[in-house]
C-alpha cells in the first residue's frame, strides 16, 4: 500500500500539445514529445500572485484573480507547448476572417458554445414546456441535456488520434499527482496501481458543478457557474497554495519527463504504462482507397505499422504536411478535398523511403533545435536533444566575455556553432568538421538562419588556426565501433564516421584532451558530451584541467563533461 505518513503539499497539472505541465506553489514544468520522438523541458518559476500583492489574497478578490489568473496561465501553458512542439498555426478561411474581423478572433468557439451548451438545452426546456410539462421537470431535461451534451463532445473528440492522446496525457498527468500525493517514486509500476480519474481534475469539477445547475431556476446563473467551472479546468484550480518542498527543484525534470508514464495504446490497458520511451501506439486500421488525405493517411499508417515503424499516424501525417503544406490535424480530418496526381507522387516517394527505414528528419530535411528548425539530411549526424543541454552550458559560458572567441569541433551540422553566433551577438565562432560533406551543411544553416560562423576543413585541431579560445565545445563520435552494428535502423542510416569513436568510443576524447589546452585561454572552458556510461572514463582523460565536472540529461544520465584550463 502506498506510504501515507508524510502529507505531501499540492501540484497539479495539464495535459498541453503532445506532453504535459506539472505545477508546483512555486515552478513549473512542461515536457512535450516531439515528432521525432524526442523529450524537450521548459522550466520556469512561478510566484503567486497574493505573494506579490497582499491584497490580492483577500476573500473574494483572491477568487476573481486566481479565475483570470489560472485562464491565462493555462493559455500561456498550450502556446508554450505549441512553440517547443514546433506546431504551425492554421490559415483561417475567408469566412472565418471575416468573422474575427468583425466580431473577434475566438468567434467560431463563441458560436460552438453558444449553440451546444445554451441554446440546444433551452430549446430541450421550451420543448418540454410546450409539452405541459413543469418548471422543474424542464431545467431537468435542460440541466441533463448540458451533461450529456458534454459528454457526448468528449467521446466524440477522443475519436480524433490527437485528442486521444492528449486525453491520455490528461490521464498520465493524474497518476503522476497520486505518486506525489503518497509519497512514491514516479515509476510505471508505481503509477499503474492508480486510476487515470482524480477528485480534483477539473473536468471532473466542471460536469459537478453543471449537475449542480440542473436545480436553479435561472438559466443566466447556470451560464455563469459553466463559465466559472470552465475557468476551474486547471491545474491550479482548488488546491490550496501552499509552499512547495525544496526538492521540487531537484524532481521537476522527473515529473515532466516521466510524466509521459501514461503512453500506451488505450485507456485501460494493462500495459498503459511503459517503461521504455516509446510513442503511443494505435489499434490497427485497414487499407482505405487513398483519394483523400484521411483514407491516404489511413492507408499510409497501415503500411508502416506493418514494417514495424514507430508511431506510424505522426509520420505519415508530418510527411504529407510537408508535400501539402496542411497542418497535420486538419489533413487527418481531410475527407473531401481530391489529392492531385502531383502531391500523391512526391507523396508516395517519402513514403517509400521511410518504409526503407530512412530516418524522418531526413526525409523533411529539418531538426528543431534550441528554437530553430535546422537543416539536415544524409551527409549530418541528427542532432539530440541532449546536445540542446550542452549548447546552452557553452552560450553561458561565452557570456561570461565581452569579445568571446568559440571553437565547435565536429560541428556536423553546425547545431551547436549557429547556436552560439546566434544567442551571443559579437561572439567570434569558428567550425571544424573532417568531413567537407558536413562544412556544407553548416554553412547552409548559417545563411539560412543569419550567423557568422568561420569553417574549418579537417582532423580535429590540425583544422584550426592558432586562436585562443574561451569556450571549446565537441560532440565528437562516441559510439564504440561493435556497438555501431547493433543500433536503432534509422540511427544505422546516419553517417558512420560521426558515430564510431573507435573500440571503446574514446578516441576522439583522448585526443581532444590532449591537445584542447593549446588552444584554450587560461580559465578557458571545455565542454564535451558524452556516451551514457563514459562520463567517468573522460573525466580521468581530463586530470590536467582543472574543475572538471560532469552535467546531467534530461533522463538523469551524466552526459556533459565541463573542464576549465588552469589560470
Known amino acids: 500500500m502506498p506510504n501515507q505518513s508524510q502529507k505531501p503539499v499540492d501540484i497539479g497539472g495539464q495535459a498541453v500539445l503532445e506532453g504535459v505541465m506539472?505545477?508546483?506553489?512555486?515552478?513549473?514544468?512542461?515536457?512535450?514529445?516531439?515528432?521525432?520522438?524526442?523529450?524537450?523541458?521548459?522550466?520556469?518559476?512561478?510566484?503567486?500572485?497574493?505573494?506579490?500583492?497582499?491584497?490580492?489574497?483577500?476573500?473574494?478578490?483572491?477568487?476573481?484573480?486566481?479565475?483570470?489568473?489560472?485562464?491565462?496561465?493555462?493559455?500561456?501553458?498550450?502556446?508554450?507547448?505549441?512553440?517547443?512542439?514546433?506546431?504551425?498555426?492554421e490559415e483561417p478561411t475567408k469566412f472565418e476572417k471575416w468573422l474575427a474581423a468583425k466580431l473577434g478572433k475566438s468567434i467560431d468557439k463563441v458560436l460552438l458554445s453558444v449553440g451546444l451548451f445554451i441554446v440546444l438545452p433551452s430549446l430541450a426546456e421550451k420543448g418540454m414546456l410546450s409539452l405541459g410539462a413543469s418548471g422543474t421537470v424542464a431545467t431537468l431535461i435542460g440541466g441533463l441535456t448540458k451533461v450529456l451534451i458534454l459528454i457526448a463532445y468528449m467521446i466524440f473528440c477522443g475519436m480524433v488520434p490527437d485528442v486521444r492522446r492528449t486525453f491520455q496525457y490528461h490521464g498520465a498527468e493524474h497518476k503522476t499527482v497520486y505518486?506525489?500525493?503518497?509519497?512514491?517514486?514516479?515509476?510505471?509500476?508505481?503509477?499503474?496501481?492508480?486510476?487515470?480519474?482524480?477528485?480534483?481534475?477539473?473536468?471532473?469539477?466542471?460536469?459537478?458543478?453543471?449537475?449542480?445547475?440542473?436545480g436553479e431556476q435561472n438559466r443566466e446563473?447556470?451560464?455563469?457557474?459553466?463559465?466559472?467551472?470552465?475557468?476551474?479546468?486547471?491545474?491550479?484550480?482548488?488546491?490550496?497554495?501552499?509552499?512547495?518542498?525544496?526538492?521540487?527543484?531537484?524532481?521537476?525534470?522527473?515529473?515532466?519527463?516521466?510524466?509521459?508514464?501514461?503512453?500506451?495504446?488505450?485507456?485501460?490497458d494493462s500495459d498503459l504504462l511503459r517503461a521504455e520511451r516509446a510513442g503511443l501506439r494505435f489499434p490497427a486500421e485497414g487499407r482505405g482507397q487513398a483519394v483523400n488525405p484521411r483514407a491516404l493517411l489511413k492507408a499510409t499508417a497501415s503500411a508502416f505499422r506493418n514494417a514495424g515503424i514507430p508511431d506510424p499516424e505522426v509520420d505519415a501525417a508530418l510527411l504529407l504536411s510537408h508535400v501539402t503544406g496542411q497542418p497535420p490535424l486538419s489533413l487527418r480530418l481531410d475527407m473531401t478535398t481530391v489529392l492531385s496526381d502531383d502531391v500523391l507522387t512526391r507523396f508516395d516517394a517519402l513514403v517509400s523511403r521511410r518504409l526503407t527505414r530512412q530516418p524522418l528528419q531526413y526525409l523533411l530535411n529539418t531538426q528543431p533545435f534550441l528554437g530553430r528548425d535546422f537543416y539536415v539530411d544524409e551527409r549530418v549526424l541528427i542532432p539530440r536533444p541532449e546536445t540542446?543541454?550542452?549548447?546552452?552550458?557553452?552560450?553561458?559560458?561565452?557570456?561570461?566575455?565581452?569579445?568571446?572567441?568559440?571553437?565547435?569541433?565536429?560541428?556536423?551540422?553546425?547545431?551547436?556553432?549557429?547556436?552560439?553566433?546566434?544567442?551571443?551577438?559579437?561572439?567570434?565562432?569558428?567550425?571544424?568538421d573532417l568531413s567537407p560533406d558536413a562544412l556544407a551543411v553548416t554553412a547552409k544553416n548559417a545563411e539560412l538562419l543569419g550567423a557568422s560562423v568561420t569553417l574549418h576543413q579537417g582532423d580535429l585541431f590540425a583544422a584550426v588556426p592558432e586562436i585562443a579560445f574561451d569556450v571549446i565545445v565537441s560532440n565528437p563520435p562516441y559510439i564504440p565501433s561493435a556497438d555501431c552494428l547493433t543500433l536503432q535502423e534509422e540511427v544505422r542510416r546516419e553517417p558512420m564516421m560521426a558515430l564510431d569513436g573507435g573500440a571503446d568510443g574514446l578516441n576522439f576524447y583522448r585526443r581532444i584532451a590532449s591537445d584542447a589546452p593549446k588552444f584554450l585561454r587560461p580559465g578557458g572552458v571545455l565542454l564535451l558530451e558524452v556516451g551514457f556510461d563514459q562520463a567517468e572514463a573522460v573525466m580521468a582523460l581530463l586530470a590536467d584541467f582543472a574543475d572538471v565536472r560532469a552535467h546531467e540529461d534530461y533522463q538523469h544520465i551524466p552526459r556533459m563533461i565541463e573542464a576549465r584550463k588552469h589560470v
Open 221 to 268: 446563473d447556470s451560464a455563469l457557474a459553466g463559465l466559472a467551472a470552465a475557468a476551474s479546468d486547471h491545474p491550479s484550480a482548488g488546491r490550496r497554495n501552499a509552499r512547495m518542498r525544496h526538492h521540487f527543484h531537484e524532481r521537476r525534470a522527473v515529473w515532466a519527463a516521466e510524466g509521459r508514464a501514461a503512453y500506451g495504446r488505450r485507456l485501460g
Open 22 to 89: 506539472m505545477k508546483g506553489p512555486d515552478a513549473i514544468a512542461i515536457t512535450v514529445r516531439r515528432p521525432d520522438k524526442t523529450m524537450v523541458v521548459d522550466y520556469k518559476k512561478s510566484e503567486p500572485l497574493s505573494k506579490k500583492h497582499k491584497w490580492m489574497g483577500l476573500p473574494i478578490i483572491r477568487g476573481a484573480v486566481n479565475m483570470v489568473n489560472m485562464l491565462v496561465m493555462g493559455m500561456t501553458t498550450l502556446e508554450t507547448s505549441a512553440k517547443m512542439l514546433g506546431t504551425e498555426e
Open 388 to 432: 540542446e543541454l550542452l549548447a546552452e552550458r557553452a552560450i553561458a559560458a561565452l557570456r561570461e566575455h565581452p569579445h568571446p572567441v568559440a571553437l565547435d569541433l565536429c560541428c556536423g551540422n553546425g547545431a551547436l556553432a549557429v547556436s552560439m553566433a546566434l544567442e551571443v551577438p559579437g561572439a567570434q565562432v569558428h567550425a571544424a
Open 179 to 214: 505518486c506525489h500525493e503518497h509519497n512514491l517514486p514516479l515509476t510505471p509500476k508505481n503509477a499503474q496501481q492508480f486510476t487515470t480519474l482524480h477528485p480534483r481534475c477539473g473536468t471532473a469539477f466542471l460536469l459537478i458543478v453543471m449537475l449542480i445547475s440542473i
